[in-house]
C-alpha cells in the first residue's frame, strides 16, 4: 500500500496550501508548498519576461541575487546602505524599473526594510511590482500578504518557522499573475510537475500547527522582547549593533566581525554566524535572559582579554 502515501499527499495538498494562507494571510488558491527558497523564487523569476528592468541589493541573499543574474534582465544593482530606501527611491526617481526585487531582512546585518516605505512606493510608481524575500522575516513578526506591498513573495521554511528543510511557501497577487500573463492553474502546474516533497511538506504543516497552538502572537512578543534585551545589552557593553539607529528592527543581531571574539564564542559554545562583516546573532522565542546573560559574560572576558 505505499502507493497510497503519495496519493494522499497530493489528496492533502488543498489542506496544505490552506494553512499557509491562512498564517500569512494570502489567498489559498496562490500560495504555494515549493522545497524551498531557491526553487521558489526561481519560479517567479520564470513569469518576468525578459528585458524586464530589476532593481536589487547587489550584496543580498546569494541564491536571489543568483536568481536574478541568471536570467536576460535589465540589471539595476544598489549598494546595501543603512538608509537603503533612501538608495532605492533615488535609483526609482532615475531609472525606469518594472521590479524591486529584495530581501525583507538582510541575512548580513539584519536590516528590516521599511514596508511603509514601500506601500508609498506602491502608490507613487503603481506599475512597479515588488517581490519579497521572506525566509529571515515569517515567523519573528505578525504578517498579512493581502495587506503588504508584496506582489510576491518566497520563504524558506527551515528558518524563524522551525520547520526543518525541504519546505517553503511562495505567495502572488492578483496583479502580479495578470501582469505576467499567468494563473493560479497555470502557475499551479509549474510548480507540482513531478513530485513534491512529501516529508517536507509535512514538516511545514507540523510546525505552523504548532506555532498556532502555542499562541503565536504571544511567541512574537517574546521574540521581540529578547531581541531588544540582547541589542541593548550589546550597545552598553560598547558595541553598536548594525542598524541600531533605525525605526523598526528584526531578529537578527549584527556587530563587526572580530575573529578572535568569534573564535572565543564558538569555544563558549555560543552559537552565532559569520556573515559577510558581521558576526551575526539570531535570537527567536526559545532563548532566555539567561542565554544572553550567557553571552554578555562571553563578551566581557573578550574585553579583559
Request: glycine share 4%; with cysteine.
Given at each position: ?15 496544505t ?13 496562490q ?13 517567479i523569476?520564470?513569469l ?10 547587489k ?19 544598489i ?8 538608495v532605492?527611491?533615488?535609483s ?17 546585518n539584519g ?6 516605505f ?9 506599475r ?6 521572506a ?18 513573495i518566497?520563504c524558506?521554511?527551515?528558518k ?27 502557475f ?22 504548532l ?5 503565536f ?17 550589546l ?32 569555544e563558549?559554545?555560543v ?6 562583516d ?21 563578551i ?6
Amino acid at each position: 500500500n505505499g502507493d497510497e502515501y503519495k496519493l494522499k499527499a497530493y489528496n492533502s495538498l488543498p489542506q496544505t496550501q490552506a494553512l499557509i494562507a491562512s498564517f500569512i494571510g494570502s489567498k489559498k488558491e496562490q500560495t504555494y508548498f515549493v522545497s524551498n527558497f531557491s526553487t521558489g523564487v526561481r519560479f517567479i523569476m520564470n513569469l518576468l519576461p525578459e528585458n524586464t528592468s530589476v532593481l536589487y541589493i547587489k550584496d543580498d541573499y546569494h541564491s536571489l541575487v543568483s536568481a536574478i543574474e541568471e536570467k536576460k534582465f535589465k540589471l539595476f544593482p544598489i549598494e546595501m546602505s543603512d538608509n537603503i530606501e533612501a538608495v532605492i527611491a533615488s535609483s526609482l526617481e532615475k531609472n525606469s524599473i518594472d521590479t524591486l526585487i529584495i530581501s525583507m531582512v538582510q541575512y548580513t546585518n539584519g536590516l528590516l526594510v521599511d514596508f511603509d516605505f514601500l506601500s508609498d512606493l506602491k502608490q507613487k510608481y503603481p506599475r512597479i511590482s515588488i517581490i519579497g524575500d521572506a525566509t529571515q522575516y515569517i515567523g519573528t513578526d505578525f504578517f498579512n500578504f493581502n495587506d503588504s506591498p508584496f506582489d510576491a513573495i518566497v520563504c524558506s521554511g527551515y528558518k524563524w518557522l522551525l520547520a526543518g528543510f525541504g519546505n517553503g511557501f511562495v505567495a502572488l497577487s492578483d496583479d502580479f499573475l495578470a501582469r505576467n500573463n499567468s494563473s493560479p492553474k497555470k502557475f499551479a502546474e509549474k510548480v507540482y510537475a513531478g513530485h513534491f516533497n512529501i516529508l517536507g511538506a509535512a514538516s511545514l504543516v507540523f510546525a505552523l500547527e504548532l506555532l498556532i497552538e502555542n499562541d503565536f502572537k504571544k511567541l512574537v512578543k517574546t521574540n521581540q522582547r529578547l531581541s531588544n534585551e540582547l541589542r541593548y545589552a550589546l550597545i552598553l557593553n560598547g558595541y553598536k549593533p548594525a542598524c541600531h539607529m533605525r525605526k523598526k528592527q528584526s531578529s537578527i543581531i549584527s556587530i563587526n566581525y572580530d575573529e578572535s571574539l568569534l573564535k572565543l564564542l564558538e569555544e563558549k559554545n555560543v552559537k552565532v554566524a559569520h556573515r559577510g562583516d558581521y558576526i551575526r546573532f539570531s535570537i527567536h522565542f526559545y532563548n532566555t535572559s539567561g542565554d544572553i546573560k550567557n553571552l554578555i559574560e562571553v563578551i566581557k572576558k573578550m574585553a579583559i582579554a
